[in-house]
């Protein structure tokens, strides 16, 4: 108590294992940061040589290496899009079941159903989809190049087996639909009461009242869920890789025996047997696929840390 | 109510003004059965007339909520007016893709059972592995030694370090390195699996100087990348749920702070830790890619981590898939065995931690 007098600034005395254990901490916190930056580092250095390689090195008729991961960049992002593209609205309408339709007592249970196909192995979700998937949806896509054939995404002949583009996106929405249901039901839940409330009072119908005010309130979050779900989709390999029958070329057509194949799927079906420059080419088509996920996710979190900010909830 | 109440003797021979406009309270139900008998009754004829072969229950349903949906939409705007009409309509189309969403779950989860049991349940399954085996026969055993051994490095490893840095950005962390490390935690959770991967390729090959190098430790080393910000992402949450009020009581015991957080934080929150590094495992141990580029396969049983390639559960049925042999089925049988034990574990791993966390979980308020 008298020193407390004597020297109005009190310090805490440095013990030694406070001084051990935070810098433990800091010291594996940084760690992170330091494997983030050596997965970087070291996939660059094995790169290398895959920049200057022999035309003769690469498969197919590609030269050198941009012509090499073109094809493949272009399928990644292709059937990301795609699987986006069904993925989103009932991710969206899911989230509002659950957060705003269910009754109350289920809505916990039923995100614990979704959040189960987070759950399973994407090899298992290839297995699914070869085996089960795509004889069923086979006969489906007949009937719509047989109807449709004129429009150039369904142009023929179509695949005997089922095995292309449109098989894989609705795998990978099915695969990335989870997070972005969880991530919007969050953010819906976050709309503030009052809002809800106000509208509902003033005579809005349920709908209304969710354009009105979940909707706009939670517009950043489901951009920013989206595009995870869209790094998810870019970097998913295995569902890709046994469920497509793969080409290196640049195809629009969803339909057809000829698909584009995706920068992981590449990888994951050549490494095994890859040697020499050969090793080099995939780890560079890694990490340019690295670089693409690396950018797609840190938009998606600047902004909702940004929506963390502003938000009126909290 | 009251109004209504008082009024309501007179106004008996009128119309309820309340309901009046209004669909009564089940015909959103009755219409969906009603367009689902009718695509029945459809599809019935076609299967009479010959056109189709046998009764399409798969049609009936997708068509008659087709019609349900327009009927709902229809019904409700003659007799409520079209902004009753579209609520309506959208709660249709909510429910649907719930639903439609529950449709590969329930057909995975069933197709994984029928077609992996048979070879689940014969007793050389996980007695035996695959070596000197072609065509039927042999087991997993070597798969499930390698997935234990891999994801049990890879969770020795990844704990401490995730779990410190939790501790760090919760209780210590302030500032730019605070802010730095859980942006890139957030980030690193997007890494995907095959990137991890070939890090852990790039890193050991250039180490070893060995350009063809498989071995299990640089698949626990790649599981581990992906492990990381899960653990680190749910420690933090469950060590933010600690009230301020026990650490301060703790202080004001004059307990120092690394003790404060090593007997009261952490015991506080252990269970909702315990649940995180559950899930996170769960996590990884369905991972394929990584574990086939620098793992590699084999056939035999692996107990060594830091020589020869080792078999993964996950990669057995990636490679049982991949190099049928010649008796096609027991190579697919063997597959969706390994897909169905995967799965097992997998759900056992979220039930059990949803039950620590249920049961352990601090009672926290009144």
Known sequence: MTTAVERPTLKAKERPGDRIFSTSTIVSGSLILAILAAVAAFLLVQSLPAFVADPEEFKGDATNFWQYVGPLAFGTLWSAFLALLMAVPIAI???LFISHYAPRKLAQGLGYLIDLLAAVPSVVFGLWGIGVLAPLVQPFYTNLVEWFGWFPLFAGPVSGTGRTTLTVAIVLAVMVLPIITALSREIFLQTPVLYEEASLALGATRWEMITMAVLPFGRAGIISASMLGLGRALGETMAVAMVLSPSRDVIFQLLTSQNPTTIAANIALNFPEANGVGVNILLATGLILFVITLVVNMIARVIINRRKAFSGAN | MSLTRT???????????????????????????????????????????????????????????VVYCVAIFLLSYYVEGVRKAKDRLVTALVTVAFVVALLPLFSLVFTTLVNGLPA????????????????????ALHAVIGTLLITGVATLISVPIGLLSAIYLTEYGRGRLARAITFFVD???????????????????????????????????????????????????MLKLVPNELREAAYALGVPKWLTILKVVLPTSLAGIVTGIMISISRVIGETAPLLIISGFTASMNYDLFNERMMTLPVFVYTQYANQGADTQAYLDRAWAGALTLILIVMLLNLGARVIARIFSPKLGR
């Open chain 1, 93 to 95: 309408g899911i989230a």
């Open chain 2, 120 to 139: 689940f349940l014969t007793p050389s399954f996980f007695t035996q592995s695959q070596r000197n085996v072609v065509g039927e026969g042999g087991g």
């Open chain 2, 187 to 237: 980030v690193m959770t997007g890494i995907p699996s095959i990137v991890a991967g070939l890090f852990a390729f790039a890193l050991f090959s250039l180490l070893f100087n060995d350009p063809g190098i498989r071995f299990g430790f640089g698949g626990a080393i790649a599981l581990t990348v992906l492990m990381i910000p899960v653990v680190v992402r749910s420690s933090e949450e």
């Open chain 2, 7 to 65: 009024t309501a003797p007179t106004a008996a021979p009128l119309t309820n003004s309340l309901t009046a406009g209004k669909l009564p309270r089940h015909s959103p139900l009755i219409v969906l059965l009603a367009s689902w008998l009718v695509t029945g009754a459809f599809f019935f004829v076609l299967m009479l007339s010959g056109a189709a072969e046998g009764f399409n229950i798969v049609g009936t349903l997708f068509f008659g909520t």
